[in-house]
């Protein structure tokens, strides 16, 4: 059994900043790529950011600059920092994780159940 849970969502205005993490839990063998996905009130679902094993990023043109992905491998946990918040930023952001679990060899694809990001004035 394996959870992914988000946390770190909330309210804040135009120009602020929010830190999110996902926490991926369980009988977990290992963690391929983790990556942030967004999705805004009445649009389809985003990818925000990537992660890899290695540690390498990637981000969609509209947070590049202003959003920072990382992990902490001990943790089993990512993290996502956010500034200069956008009101177009306002979305439901899941965490997604590609995830070996006990005692399998092949990767699974996890979802968390989302966390709210309201930016508003």
């Known amino acids: 059994q394996v959870q992914v849970v988000e946390s770190g969502g909330g309210s804040v205005q135009p120009g602020g900043s929010l830190r999110l993490s996902c926490a991926a839990s369980g009988s977990i063998r290992s963690i391929g790529a983790m990556r942030w996905y967004r999705q805004a009130p009445g649009k389809e679902r985003e990818l925000a950011a990537t992660?890899?094993?290695?540690?390498?990023?990637n981000y969609a043109d509209s947070v590049k600059g202003r959003f920072t992905v990382s992990r902490d491998f001990a943790k089993n946990t990512m993290y996502l920092q956010m500034n200069s918040l956008k009101p177009e930023d306002t979305a439901v952001y899941y965490c997604?994780?590609?995830?070996?679990?006990?005692?399998?060899?092949?990767?699974?694809?996890?979802w968390g159940r989302g966390t709210q990001v309201t930016v508003s004035s």
């Open positions: 992660i890899t094993s290695g540690g390498v990023t």
């Open positions: 997604n994780a590609d995830i070996i679990v006990h005692p399998l060899y092949t990767y699974s694809n996890y």
